[in-house]
Protein backbone atom coordinates (compact mmCIF):
# COMPACT_ATOMS: atom_id res chain seq x y z
CA UNK A 1 0.00 0.00 0.00
CA UNK A 2 2.66 2.78 0.86
CA UNK A 3 4.46 3.18 -2.28
CA UNK A 4 1.20 3.52 -4.06
CA UNK A 5 -0.35 5.98 -1.62
CA UNK A 6 2.89 7.76 -1.37
CA UNK A 7 2.99 8.24 -5.15
CA UNK A 8 -0.96 9.66 -5.21
CA UNK A 9 0.45 12.52 -2.53
CA UNK A 10 3.59 13.59 -4.50
CA UNK A 11 1.37 13.72 -7.49
CA UNK A 12 -1.05 15.98 -5.84
CA UNK A 13 2.01 17.98 -5.24
CA UNK A 14 2.95 16.97 -1.13
CA UNK A 15 6.06 16.89 -0.14
CA UNK A 16 6.28 12.88 0.86
CA UNK A 17 8.60 11.17 3.26
CA UNK A 18 8.52 7.35 3.52
CA UNK A 19 10.09 4.85 6.05
CA UNK A 20 9.52 0.95 6.78
CA UNK A 21 10.97 -0.58 9.37
CA UNK A 22 12.18 -3.73 6.91
CA UNK A 23 15.37 -2.66 5.07
CA UNK A 24 14.30 -5.02 2.36
CA UNK A 25 11.24 -3.48 1.39
CA UNK A 26 12.89 0.16 1.78
CA UNK A 27 15.38 -1.30 -0.92
CA UNK A 28 12.52 -2.12 -3.21
CA UNK A 29 10.83 1.52 -2.71
CA UNK A 30 12.32 3.36 -5.29
CA UNK A 31 11.05 1.29 -8.03
CA UNK A 32 7.33 0.75 -6.52
CA UNK A 33 7.23 4.69 -6.52
CA UNK A 34 8.34 4.54 -10.30
CA UNK A 35 6.10 1.29 -11.56
CA UNK A 36 2.94 3.99 -9.18
CA UNK A 37 3.75 7.17 -11.16
CA UNK A 38 3.84 5.24 -14.56
CA UNK A 39 0.27 4.16 -13.84
CA UNK A 40 -0.65 7.38 -12.31
CA UNK A 41 0.19 8.99 -16.32
CA UNK A 42 -1.63 5.89 -17.74
CA UNK A 43 -4.73 7.53 -16.13
CA UNK A 44 -3.99 10.83 -17.09
CA UNK A 45 -3.66 12.10 -13.14
CA UNK A 46 -2.39 15.84 -13.23
CA UNK A 47 0.78 16.01 -12.44
CA UNK A 48 1.91 18.45 -9.72
CA UNK A 49 5.20 16.90 -8.60
CA UNK A 50 7.18 19.13 -6.44
CA UNK A 51 9.53 17.06 -5.14
CA UNK A 52 10.65 13.81 -4.89
CA UNK A 53 9.59 11.61 -2.77
CA UNK A 54 12.80 10.85 0.20
CA UNK A 55 12.60 7.73 1.79
CA UNK A 56 14.50 7.08 5.25
CA UNK A 57 15.93 4.53 7.46
CA UNK A 58 14.16 5.68 10.82
CA UNK A 59 10.92 7.04 12.08
CA UNK A 60 11.84 10.05 13.61
CA UNK A 61 13.68 11.45 10.50
CA UNK A 62 10.80 10.62 8.25
CA UNK A 63 8.03 12.51 10.40
CA UNK A 64 9.95 15.91 11.66
CA UNK A 65 8.38 18.35 10.36
CA UNK A 66 5.04 16.40 9.32
CA UNK A 67 1.57 17.89 8.93
CA UNK A 68 0.11 14.39 8.41
CA UNK A 69 1.67 10.89 9.22
CA UNK A 70 -0.02 8.35 7.27
CA UNK A 71 0.51 4.44 9.22
CA UNK A 72 0.05 1.09 7.14
CA UNK A 73 1.46 -1.05 9.44
CA UNK A 74 -0.32 -5.08 9.94
CA UNK A 75 -3.60 -5.14 10.96
CA UNK A 76 -2.65 -5.68 14.60
CA UNK A 77 -3.99 -2.92 17.69
CA UNK A 78 -1.50 -3.11 20.04
CA UNK A 79 1.61 -2.63 16.89
CA UNK A 80 -0.71 0.48 15.57
CA UNK A 81 -0.73 1.70 19.31
CA UNK A 82 3.03 1.30 19.48
CA UNK A 83 3.24 3.25 16.39
CA UNK A 84 1.15 5.90 16.72
CA UNK A 85 3.00 6.83 20.48
CA UNK A 86 6.50 6.33 18.69
CA UNK A 87 5.04 9.51 15.80
CA UNK A 88 3.73 11.45 18.64
CA UNK A 89 6.98 11.68 20.35
CA UNK A 90 8.14 12.98 17.04
CA UNK A 91 5.63 15.90 15.73
CA UNK A 92 3.56 18.33 16.53
CA UNK A 93 0.57 18.53 18.69
CA UNK A 94 -1.38 19.88 15.20
CA UNK A 95 0.12 16.99 13.08
CA UNK A 96 -2.87 15.04 12.19
CA UNK A 97 -2.43 10.58 12.47
CA UNK A 98 -4.03 8.61 9.79
CA UNK A 99 -4.52 5.12 10.02
CA UNK A 100 -5.23 2.88 7.24
CA UNK A 101 -6.88 0.04 8.81
CA UNK A 102 -8.63 -2.22 6.63
CA UNK A 103 -11.26 -2.36 9.97
CA UNK A 104 -10.15 -2.07 12.99
CA UNK A 105 -11.94 0.43 14.92
CA UNK A 106 -10.79 4.58 15.09
CA UNK A 107 -11.72 4.64 18.49
CA UNK A 108 -9.66 2.15 19.47
CA UNK A 109 -6.54 3.16 18.41
CA UNK A 110 -7.24 6.77 19.79
CA UNK A 111 -7.51 5.50 22.92
CA UNK A 112 -3.84 4.59 23.26
CA UNK A 113 -2.47 8.40 22.16
CA UNK A 114 -2.30 11.08 23.63
CA UNK A 115 -3.77 13.72 21.43
CA UNK A 116 -7.02 11.39 20.21
CA UNK A 117 -8.90 14.58 18.25
CA UNK A 118 -6.26 14.20 15.37
CA UNK A 119 -6.46 10.86 15.14
CA UNK A 120 -8.11 9.72 12.39
CA UNK A 121 -9.37 6.65 9.77
CA UNK A 122 -7.63 6.91 6.17
CA UNK A 123 -8.80 3.54 4.47
CA UNK A 124 -7.38 3.52 0.83
CA UNK A 125 -8.59 0.27 -1.88
CA UNK A 126 -5.99 -2.01 -3.19
CA UNK A 127 -3.89 -0.65 -5.33
CA UNK A 128 -4.12 2.41 -4.05
CA UNK A 129 -3.29 4.67 -6.59
CA UNK A 130 -5.56 3.15 -9.34
CA UNK A 131 -8.99 2.97 -7.03
CA UNK A 132 -9.67 6.30 -6.48
CA UNK A 133 -12.40 5.84 -3.35
CA UNK A 134 -11.17 6.50 0.16
CA UNK A 135 -13.11 6.27 3.20
CA UNK A 136 -12.83 8.97 6.11
CA UNK A 137 -13.40 7.21 9.46
CA UNK A 138 -14.29 9.31 12.72
CA UNK A 139 -13.10 8.12 15.75
CA UNK A 140 -15.16 8.84 18.97
CA UNK A 141 -13.05 11.77 20.06
CA UNK A 142 -12.33 12.70 15.99
CA UNK A 143 -12.32 16.56 16.26
CA UNK A 144 -14.49 17.86 13.37
CA UNK A 145 -11.33 20.11 12.08
CA UNK A 146 -9.31 16.99 12.00
CA UNK A 147 -12.42 15.27 9.67
CA UNK A 148 -12.28 18.51 7.48
CA UNK A 149 -8.86 18.01 6.80
CA UNK A 150 -8.43 14.92 5.90
CA UNK A 151 -11.84 15.19 3.46
CA UNK A 152 -9.68 18.16 1.69
CA UNK A 153 -6.25 16.30 1.22
CA UNK A 154 -8.16 13.31 -0.28
CA UNK A 155 -10.06 15.72 -3.06
CA UNK A 156 -6.60 17.30 -3.31
CA UNK A 157 -5.25 13.82 -4.75
CA UNK A 158 -8.57 13.49 -7.09
CA UNK A 159 -9.99 10.91 -4.81
CA UNK A 160 -13.13 10.60 -3.68
CA UNK A 161 -13.88 10.65 -0.01
CA UNK A 162 -16.25 8.93 1.55
CA UNK A 163 -17.10 9.87 5.46
CA UNK A 164 -17.86 6.95 7.94
CA UNK A 165 -19.49 8.56 10.45
CA UNK A 166 -20.12 6.03 12.34
CA UNK A 167 -16.95 3.74 13.70
CA UNK A 168 -18.09 0.06 12.91
CA UNK A 169 -15.47 -2.30 12.44
CA UNK A 170 -14.46 -3.10 8.99
CA UNK A 171 -15.99 0.14 8.27
CA UNK A 172 -18.44 0.19 4.92
CA UNK A 173 -16.11 -0.94 2.01
CA UNK A 174 -14.71 -4.11 4.04
CA UNK A 175 -18.05 -5.06 5.56
CA UNK A 176 -19.75 -5.44 2.04
CA UNK A 177 -16.61 -7.14 0.93
CA UNK A 178 -16.48 -9.43 3.63
CA UNK A 179 -20.25 -10.66 3.43
CA UNK A 180 -19.60 -11.40 -0.27
CA UNK A 181 -16.21 -13.10 0.47
CA UNK A 182 -18.43 -14.98 2.94
CA UNK A 183 -20.97 -16.27 0.73
CA UNK A 184 -18.42 -17.27 -1.97
CA UNK A 185 -16.38 -19.63 0.02
CA UNK A 186 -19.37 -21.08 1.39
CA UNK A 187 -20.69 -22.05 -1.63
CA UNK A 188 -17.05 -23.34 -2.94
CA UNK A 189 -17.29 -25.38 0.38
CA UNK A 190 -20.79 -26.66 -0.05
CA UNK A 191 -19.45 -27.94 -4.07
CA UNK A 192 -22.04 -25.50 -5.70
CA UNK A 193 -19.36 -23.88 -7.87
CA UNK A 194 -15.60 -24.52 -8.25
CA UNK A 195 -13.37 -21.23 -7.45
CA UNK A 196 -12.88 -20.34 -11.21
CA UNK A 197 -16.18 -20.59 -11.99
CA UNK A 198 -17.46 -18.68 -9.01
CA UNK A 199 -14.84 -15.66 -9.64
CA UNK A 200 -16.17 -15.56 -13.48
CA UNK A 201 -19.84 -15.76 -12.20
CA UNK A 202 -19.34 -12.41 -9.77
CA UNK A 203 -16.99 -10.50 -11.93
CA UNK A 204 -19.47 -11.06 -15.19
CA UNK A 205 -22.34 -10.86 -12.94
CA UNK A 206 -22.95 -8.40 -9.89
CA UNK A 207 -19.63 -6.99 -10.32
CA UNK A 208 -20.02 -5.81 -13.53
CA UNK A 209 -23.73 -4.10 -12.48
CA UNK A 210 -22.26 -2.90 -9.23
CA UNK A 211 -19.14 -0.64 -11.55
CA UNK A 212 -22.05 1.19 -12.44
CA UNK A 213 -25.14 1.08 -10.73
CA UNK A 214 -24.42 0.75 -6.76
CA UNK A 215 -26.28 -1.19 -4.52
CA UNK A 216 -29.14 1.25 -3.14
CA UNK A 217 -29.91 2.04 -6.68
CA UNK A 218 -29.59 -1.36 -7.72
CA UNK A 219 -32.82 -1.91 -5.37
CA UNK A 220 -34.54 0.97 -7.00
CA UNK A 221 -33.93 -0.16 -10.69
CA UNK A 222 -34.89 -3.36 -9.69
CA UNK A 223 -37.60 -2.74 -7.91
CA UNK A 224 -38.15 -2.95 -3.90
CA UNK A 225 -41.06 -4.80 -4.28
CA UNK A 226 -38.95 -7.63 -6.12
CA UNK A 227 -36.13 -7.79 -3.46
CA UNK A 228 -39.01 -8.16 -0.32
CA UNK A 229 -40.19 -11.03 -2.36
CA UNK A 230 -36.45 -12.92 -3.15
CA UNK A 231 -34.95 -11.67 0.06
CA UNK A 232 -38.14 -13.12 2.26
CA UNK A 233 -36.95 -16.88 1.10
CA UNK A 234 -33.32 -16.14 0.22
CA UNK A 235 -32.27 -14.24 3.30
CA UNK A 236 -32.62 -17.34 5.32
CA UNK A 237 -30.12 -19.49 2.83
CA UNK A 238 -27.33 -17.32 3.28
CA UNK A 239 -24.01 -17.91 5.27
CA UNK A 240 -24.46 -16.25 8.73
CA UNK A 241 -21.37 -18.29 9.68
CA UNK A 242 -19.31 -16.64 12.61
CA UNK A 243 -16.00 -18.06 12.10
CA UNK A 244 -13.51 -18.25 9.29
CA UNK A 245 -14.08 -21.16 6.42
CA UNK A 246 -12.70 -24.61 6.92
CA UNK A 247 -11.26 -24.18 3.17
CA UNK A 248 -9.36 -21.21 3.95
CA UNK A 249 -7.67 -22.71 7.35
CA UNK A 250 -6.71 -25.49 5.68
CA UNK A 251 -4.27 -23.67 3.37
CA UNK A 252 -3.13 -21.59 5.92
CA UNK A 253 -2.18 -24.31 8.07
CA UNK A 254 -0.06 -25.41 4.81
CA UNK A 255 1.24 -22.31 3.88
CA UNK A 256 -0.52 -21.99 1.25
CA UNK A 257 -1.26 -18.03 1.52
CA UNK A 258 -1.94 -16.94 -1.91
CA UNK A 259 0.17 -14.85 -4.35
CA UNK A 260 2.83 -14.31 -1.87
CA UNK A 261 3.67 -17.86 -1.34
CA UNK A 262 2.66 -19.57 -4.79
CA UNK A 263 0.07 -20.84 -3.84
CA UNK A 264 -3.40 -20.45 -2.35
CA UNK A 265 -6.96 -21.31 -3.90
CA UNK A 266 -4.62 -21.29 -7.47
CA UNK A 267 -1.57 -22.03 -8.14
CA UNK A 268 1.40 -19.54 -9.35
CA UNK A 269 4.77 -19.10 -10.79
CA UNK A 270 6.54 -16.10 -10.80
CA UNK A 271 6.10 -15.55 -14.38
CA UNK A 272 1.93 -15.93 -13.69
CA UNK A 273 2.24 -13.50 -10.84
CA UNK A 274 3.83 -10.66 -13.25
CA UNK A 275 1.85 -11.26 -16.11
CA UNK A 276 -1.27 -11.13 -13.69
CA UNK A 277 -0.26 -7.93 -11.85
CA UNK A 278 0.35 -6.26 -15.12
CA UNK A 279 -3.49 -7.53 -16.65
CA UNK A 280 -5.07 -6.55 -13.88
CA UNK A 281 -3.56 -3.06 -13.04
CA UNK A 282 -3.97 -1.93 -16.97
CA UNK A 283 -7.74 -3.25 -16.72
CA UNK A 284 -7.91 -1.64 -13.70
CA UNK A 285 -7.19 1.37 -15.08
CA UNK A 286 -9.39 0.92 -18.43
CA UNK A 287 -12.35 0.55 -15.77
CA UNK A 288 -11.83 3.84 -14.12
CA UNK A 289 -11.28 5.94 -17.33
CA UNK A 290 -14.42 4.45 -18.82
CA UNK A 291 -16.34 4.88 -15.37
CA UNK A 292 -15.13 8.82 -15.32
CA UNK A 293 -15.90 9.14 -18.94
Not at 55 to 61: P, V, Y
Request: aromatic share 4%.
Amino acid sequence: MGPGIAATLARAGMKVATFDSDAGKRNKAGPAFAGAATVLSALSVPDHTAHAISLHDSLAACVADAELVIETVPENLDLKIEVFRDIEAHVADDCMLASDTSGIPITHIQAGTRVPGRVIGMHWSNPPHIIPMIEVIWGEHTAPATADAMVAVVRRCGHLPITIRKDVPGFVENRVLYAIMRECLDLVEQGVIDPKDLDACVSWGIGYKLAVVGPMALLDMAGLDIYSAVASYLNKELSNRSDVAAYIKERISQHKLGIKTGGGIYDYTAEKIAELQSRRASRLVAVRKALQG
